[in-house]
């Protein structure tokens, strides 16, 4: 079955610092991959997605991503945290020959980030 | 435009109750999912409606569950006898396009008391 692995649970950083959020995916045909961001008590909202078309992917708020196939890793990088970047951080999947369906999305336990001022 | 929209968004029930819950999908969008997300977890997969038919219930967990969506907008995620273990959100997603981008509605928190 497919999965998605984030590691940290939680990443803490300071103000202006640069937020690094790691995801490796389970699949050895290129998947879509997606981030999506959730604030406290609201839903999901799209970061980013990968589709193939370019191995480094630019989302909103200033938020990128780089698909690694040899790494099978989707990491989600910004230069320079600012406090309203404090929310929970989803790395998602679907496709790809994991036995991934090509709609429903699988998602990794999600990362809180915490930004110091 | 308007997103997806989930009601209630806060649901507090008795154990062994039925509960409703409703989701709007974005007009136009012929696919609609639920989730359900636990404390502490990314969401899992439910069951995935293209149109009026369910066309992927492998998640919904037993026969308590059960949704619809019989004119091919608004879905209702329907349980019944409720347990404590169902207690999560329940988030609805709706999409289509080629790569299959999904937008989620707000959630709706299900508490089973």
């Known amino acids: 079955a497919q999965s998605v692995t984030q590691l940290g649970s939680h990443v803490s950083v300071s103000e202006g610092a640069l937020v690094l959020l790691r995801c490796n995916y389970s699949s050895s045909v290129p998947p879509y991959l997606f981030w999506y961001v959730q604030y406290p008590n609201q839903g999901l909202q799209l970061l980013l997605k990968?589709?193939?078309?370019?191995?480094l992917v630019k989302g909103i708020n200033g938020f990128e991503a780089e698909f690694k196939k040899s790494e099978t890793s989707f990491h989600l990088t910004k230069p320079s945290a600012h406090m309203s970047d404090a929310a929970e951080y989803f790395c998602?999947?679907?496709?790809?020959?994991?036995?991934?369906?090509?709609?429903?999305?699988?998602f990794g336990k999600g990362t809180l980030l915490t930004v110091n001022p | 435009g308007a997103g997806v929209s989930q009601t209630p968004s806060n649901k507090v029930t008795e154990k062994g109750k039925y509960v409703e819950l409703r989701c709007d999908p974005i007009?136009?969008?012929?696919?609609l999912y639920w989730y359900r997300q636990s404390l502490g977890q990314g969401p899992e997969f439910l069951i995935y409606?293209?149109?009026?038919?369910?066309?992927?219930d492998s998640g919904l967990p037993n026969d308590r569950f059960f949704a619809v969506r019989p004119e091919g907008s608004v879905s209702t995620l329907k349980i019944q006898r409720t347990e404590r273990g169902d207690s999560a959100v329940y988030l609805c997603?709706?999409?289509?396009?080629?790569?299959?981008?999904?937008?989620f509605g707000p959630g709706t928190r299900l508490t089973v008391l």
């Open positions: 007009s136009g969008h012929t696919a």
């Open positions: 997603a709706s999409g289509g396009g080629i790569y299959n981008e999904q937008f």
């Open positions: 990968y589709t193939s078309a370019a191995t």
């Open positions: 998602a999947v679907t496709g790809g020959n994991s036995g991934g369906s090509n709609y429903k999305l699988t």
């Open positions: 409606f293209q149109g009026t038919g369910a066309a992927d």
